[in-house]
């Protein structure tokens, strides 16, 4: 097994240790982050930290880097107040990776990859066509981290999509079923299935 201590972190080139890092945690969530400017130009971009913060009201939270630099997406959706979050097939990967690519602002990355944006319910900011699960948020919050300069942003589901056949009639959304995707690391793109579920743990008597 190998084992790193704190100075073998710091010591690490900037791209080992960024591998690393991102990908000893586990797989994590895989969403496409669906915003429009006031000039109209529609934004789009992955996001690999989107948690869930309660249900009661409908919560969610997701960490922005560090707004040293322009962050499109963190000014549209401020500028509106609402955003879209759309779940990734394993069919988008290749292009929804691609919305990391650093456009400038005045270039959508719907028009720089196949895919396509989608409107629904009067929703302003666009939806992508064909996500299994799609999102319409309403931002609330934002919090600094001051360790690293990230920003948390806490937002409400406010609307609500589910391709159907995901969804068991208790309400459990089974992700393996409409080809979710996971992400590993900063690059990797996983396909997950479910193994088990189990009841509702209670102490053993």
Known sequence: MHYFQK????GFSKIYRLNLINSVTGYKSAHLLGTVSHSGI?????LSSVVHLGSNPALLGFILRPTTVPRHSHANMKANGIFTL??????QIEDAHHTSAKYSEEISEFDQTQLKPQYKEGWEAPYVHGAPIQMGCRYLNEYSILENDTILIVAQIEHLYIDSPLLGEDGWVQLDQGE?????GLDGYALPALLERFEY?????
């Open 180 to 184: 979710i995707v996971s992400i590993n």
């Open 201 to 205: 743990a209670r102490p053993k008597k």
């Open 86 to 91: 759309n779940a990734i097939s394993k069919g």
């Open 42 to 46: 529609e934004n789009l971009a992955v």
């Open 7 to 10: 100075e073998d972190l710091e």
